[in-house]
Structures are given as structure tokens and as C-alpha cells.
T-cell receptor, first 114, second 113 residues
Framework: NAGVTQTPKFQVLKTGQSMTLQCAQDMNHEYMSWYRQDPGMGLRLIHYSVGAGITDQGEVPNGYNVSRSTTEDFPLRLLSAAPSQTSVYFC?????????????FGPGTRLTVT | KNQVEQSPQSLIILEGKNCTLQ??????????LRWYKQDTGRGPVSLTIMTFSENTKSNGRYTATLDADTKQSSLHITASQLSDSASYICVVSALGGNEKLTFGTGTRLTIIP
């Protein structure tokens, strides 16, 4: 199993540009989520999904969209990039939504917005 | 507001020495507490999970403790190795789903030969 994969690994955007961060998992996990990690702060939840076709907002959803058309994929879209979105983005998945299930994290995407 | 505080922010120790990392939390209602290891440039990986009724749990050279009364946890690393250099993140879950996690800011541990 490849686990959780993310692409790209690095990305530089100009203010106002849009892009999609890709996330895929091959573990047949129902729960998937997106986090951002900023210096001096803990990981913060952006959006999450409890199954195909079902998504919900996390703590910091503004400026981001998600969709879940398949169990495997959970892309994160930046609609109009802003410097405040410079961060490292992690996708994670777990077997179910229960907090007892370990979340498996991808390797991250480092995004810089200039 | 749920919070998780970790100390120290960073720590440097010699290879072979032991160390203890601290985690204090104010998360309610408490479900469980995990310690994650995050290598530079990688995603976090779970080391151990602790529930309300567990005081101590070991995973190789890693031993986690939990005091649910004082809302404190510690991660003790024995006989440190260079590969232990990483950030260690304490994550506390409130009752509910994985969307109710509160992450600490982590302790950056550096092992020097």
C-alpha cells in the first residue's frame, strides 16, 4: 500500500491564482481530512469528509473548497491564493470517523504564496 | 476553548541519554490522547494512544504516561538515538469524531552524537 499520497510536494503561487492540492489514499478509509501547519501553531483542520459525497468545514475553512467524489480522493482547492495561505498542508485518512482510529498522514505540500 | 500546551519547545540531548517531554491539556469532554512523531519534511506518525483509564503505555523505547486528574501527559524516551531527532506532537481528542482533535505545537528534539 502506498498509504496517503499528496501532490505536489512544493508549490509557489502568485496572489490571486488558484490551484488544487491532490490527496489520495489506497487503504479504503472512510474519513479524510485536510490540515495546515504553521510555525508556532498546532495543526488546524480545514475540511473533512466522512465518506464519498459528504464534506464539512473544520476550524479554518475560508478560502478553501473540497469535494469527495470517490473514497480514494480528496482534493483541496484554493480559490484565490493569498499570502496568508502560505503553509504546509497535510492530508490524512482513517478507517472511520471515530477518534479511536489512527489518522495516517501524507507527506505534505509546502505552499508559498507571493 | 480546548487547548494543548507542550514543553519544552525545543530540546537538545546527547545520544544515549534519556529525556521527557510534557503535555498539558484542557480538553473536555476528554476521549483520548495520542503522541505523534514528525520527522522533518514528513507527516506525523502515531506513537501511542492513551485512554482515560490508562496510566502508562510503552512502545519500544517510548513510554507515555497520563494523569487524567491533573490533565497532564508525558513522553519518556530511553537511550535516545540519532533517529529520534524529530518533533513530537501531543494530540488530545474530545468525545466525538476525528474532527474534534486539538493539536499541540510540538517539542523539537535534537539528538547530537
Amino acid at each position: 500500500n502506498a498509504g496517503v499520497t499528496q501532490t505536489p510536494k512544493f508549490q509557489v503561487l502568485k496572489t490571486g491564482q488558484s490551484m488544487t492540492l491532490q490527496c489520495a489514499q489506497d487503504m479504503n478509509h472512510e474519513y479524510m481530512s485536510w490540515y495546515r501547519q504553521d510555525p508556532g501553531m498546532g495543526l488546524r483542520l480545514i475540511h473533512y469528509s466522512v465518506g464519498a459525497g459528504i464534506t464539512d468545514q473544520g476550524e479554518v475553512p475560508n478560502g478553501y473548497n473540497v469535494s469527495r467524489s470517490t473514497t480514494e480522493d480528496f482534493p483541496l482547492r484554493l480559490l484565490s491564493a493569498a499570502p496568508s495561505q502560505t503553509s504546509v498542508y497535510f492530508c490524512a485518512s482513517s478507517y472511520s470517523t471515530t477518534a479511536w482510529d489512527e489518522q495516517y498522514f501524507g507527506p505534505g505540500t509546502r505552499l508559498t504564496v507571493t | 476553548k480546548n487547548q494543548v500546551e507542550q514543553s519544552p519547545q525545543s530540546l537538545i540531548i546527547l545520544e544515549g541519554k534519556n529525556c521527557t517531554l510534557q503535555c498539558n491539556y484542557t480538553v473536555s469532554p476528554f476521549s483520548n490522547l495520542r503522541w505523534y512523531k514528525q520527522d522533518t519534511g514528513r507527516g506525523p506518525v502515531s506513537l501511542t494512544i492513551m485512554t482515560f483509564s490508562e496510566n502508562t503505555k510503552s512502545n519500544g523505547r517510548y513510554t507515555a504516561t497520563l494523569d487524567a486528574d491533573t490533565k497532564q501527559s508525558s513522553l519518556h524516551i530511553t537511550a535516545s538515538q540519532l533517529s529520534d531527532s524529530a518533533s513530537y506532537i501531543c494530540v488530545v481528542s474530545a468525545l466525538g469524531g476525528n474532527e474534534k482533535l486539538t493539536f499541540g505545537t510540538g517539542t523539537r528534539l535534537t539528538i547530537i552524537p
